[in-house]
């Protein structure tokens, strides 16, 4: 084949090209402007359906919250009776044993007194440093006491941080998760 047949097949098949490239071009543009209308609906229900995610996933976390809070309120009130009850035994159980001690002492002084009249004089130096010496256990108690009250108080401090910092860390999650999904909202816009 020589090359002006080559030049005429060439025009043949580019004139054919031509002649059915307008009916192609304007039936792609259709099958554009359907997609763009397909687009468009979807976009519609995609914005109603992000719309009621929306509104279900913040009234879970205004639920979650108000349990959440709730829980804590309990917790609370629960502590605060726990701990009321702790301390009025444990001042009961102070004044028992102080009225006991007391007794104990009143009658151990009573009974000296009785067998040791004559023998006043000498022996006062011995029941002072006793007195002393009850007087350095009770202390001594009263400061063992007051350490485990300590204790205890530490310890309940320490579970109420862990618990308040529990809820803080959900509610972060919580509001996190919110910025996000409000972020792809302005995003999507």
Same mark, same amino acid.
């Given at each position: 084949?020589?090359?002006?047949?080559?030049?005429?097949?060439?025009?043949?098949?580019?004139?054919?090209?031509?002649?059915?490239?307008?009916?192609?071009?304007?039936?792609?543009?259709?099958?554009?402007?359907?997609?763009?209308?397909?687009?468009?609906?979807?976009?519609?229900?995609?914005?109603?359906?992000?719309?009621? &995610?929306?509104?279900?996933?913040?009234?879970?976390?205004?639920?979650? +919250?108000?349990?959440?809070?709730?829980?804590?309120?309990?917790?609370?009130?629960?502590?605060?009776?726990?701990?009321?009850?702790? +301390?009025?035994?444990?001042?009961?159980?102070?004044?028992? &044993?102080?009225?006991?001690?007391?007794?104990?002492?009143?009658? &151990?002084?009573?009974?000296?007194?009785?067998?040791?009249?004559?023998?006043?004089?000498?022996?006062?130096?011995?029941?002072?440093?006793?007195?002393?010496?009850?007087?350095?256990?009770?202390?001594?108690?009263?400061?063992? *006491?007051?350490?485990?009250?300590?204790?205890?108080?530490?310890?309940?401090?320490?579970?109420?941080?862990?618990?308040?910092?529990?809820? *803080?860390?959900?509610?972060?999650?919580?509001?996190?998760?919110?910025?996000?999904?409000?972020?792809?909202?302005?995003?999507?816009?």
């Amino acid at each position: 084949m020589t090359t002006e047949e080559r030049l005429y097949k060439l025009e043949g098949i580019v004139e054919g090209v031509m002649a059915t490239l307008p009916g192609r071009v304007s039936a792609l543009e259709t099958r554009m402007d359907l997609l763009r209308q397909e687009l468009k609906g979807e976009l519609v229900v995609f914005r109603q359906e992000l719309k009621e &995610d929306m509104a279900s996933l913040r009234q879970e976390l205004k639920s979650g +919250m108000e349990a959440l809070e709730g829980g804590l309120r309990e917790e609370m009130a629960t502590l605060r009776l726990e701990l009321k009850g702790d +301390m009025a035994s444990l001042s009961q159980e102070l004044r028992g &044993d102080m009225a006991a001690l007391r007794q104990e002492l009143k009658g &151990d002084m009573a009974g000296l007194r009785q067998e040791l009249k004559g023998e006043m004089a000498v022996l006062e130096g011995r029941l002072g440093e006793q007195m002393s010496g009850l007087r350095q256990e009770l202390k001594g108690g009263m400061a063992s *006491l007051e350490g485990r009250l300590g204790e205890q108080m530490a310890s309940l401090r320490q579970e109420l941080k862990g618990d308040i910092n529990t809820a *803080l860390n959900r509610l972060m999650l919580y509001f996190s998760a919110l910025a996000v999904v409000l972020a792809l909202l302005t995003l999507l816009r």
